[in-house]
């Protein structure tokens, strides 16, 4: 396990996070982010053996859909704020893809569920566990209730992937707000409560102040009513870097 250093403020340090808030500002700019509401964690000191190897299961979101550019989705900005750590080495694995649900993901075997998708060999979980990862995430926000599939159905299939890739630490994002209908907006609320009970400290809140009351996504983070926009990909990039723990 890495330590973190302990020392007494100095020129050096302030230099530091000056020089840290004008690299921040270039990485912000174009994308809608805000300094202001970049409030992150301090990076641990990687060594040889804590680099982390972390695989991106997920779907269009998690695959950059909504962003601007590639660079402003939130798994490249987490990658990118990985890369500001001096000892750092490891890598993002992404093998989220549009439309996907709970079900592509599920372990390689999983026995075939009638009109349901099967399990994508190439981007599952079977497939993450295949790259050796430190750290697994998830992020499935929403398609398993647009297309009515019942909540604990999705739940099961979480449990199944997760219990397939223990050891290995799986974090998994809540749902995120969609201009659906109101009966399947209320779904997704009680699923994003029912994801923070039952993984704890392990669920992400991709929902806090991206929705509204009502479920939909609020206009300033709105791209299209179904992703996030820039300052919406800045929020889940933020929400992940503070949530994870590699030590």
């Not at 779907?59 to 989705?73: E, F, I, N, R, V």
């Amino acid at each position: 396990m890495c330590k973190r250093k302990v020392y007494v403020r100095s020129t050096i340090e302030y230099g530091r996070v000056i020089l840290g808030k004008i690299l921040l500002g270039l990485f912000c700019f174009g994308s809608g982010c805000s300094l202001n509401q970049v409030v992150l964690p301090e990076l641990p000191e990687f060594t040889a053996e804590t680099q982390p190897v972390i695989v991106v299961l997920g779907s269009s979101t998690a695959a950059g859909a909504g962003a601007s550019a590639p660079d402003y989705s939130w798994v490249n900005r987490f990658e990118a704020f990985l890369q500001k750590s001096p000892s750092y080495n490891g890598k993002v694995i992404n093998l989220a893809a549009g439309g996907y649900t709970t079900y592509h993901i599920l372990p390689a075997g999983t026995a075939e569920t009638k009109s349901r998708p099967t399990p994508d060999l190439a981007r599952n979980i079977t497939a993450a566990l295949a790259h050796k990862p430190t750290m697994i995430i998830i992020n499935l926000p929403s398609n398993d209730i647009a297309l009515n599939y019942p909540v604990d159905k999705v739940l099961n299939n979480y449990r199944l992937v997760v219990d397939a890739a223990a050891p290995v630490p799986v974090y998994i994002t809540t749902t995120q707000p969609r201009n659906l209908s109101q009966a399947q907006r209320t779904t997704l609320k009680r699923l994003k409560e029912i994801t923070k009970e039952v993984y704890g400290i392990k669920a992400i809140d991709f929902w806090t102040d991206i929705a509204r009351a009502d479920g939909t996504i609020k206009s300033e983070f709105n791209m299209d009513g179904i992703h996030v926009n820039d300052r919406g990909h800045e929020i889940l990039f933020q929400r992940v870097a503070n949530s994870v723990k590699f030590r």
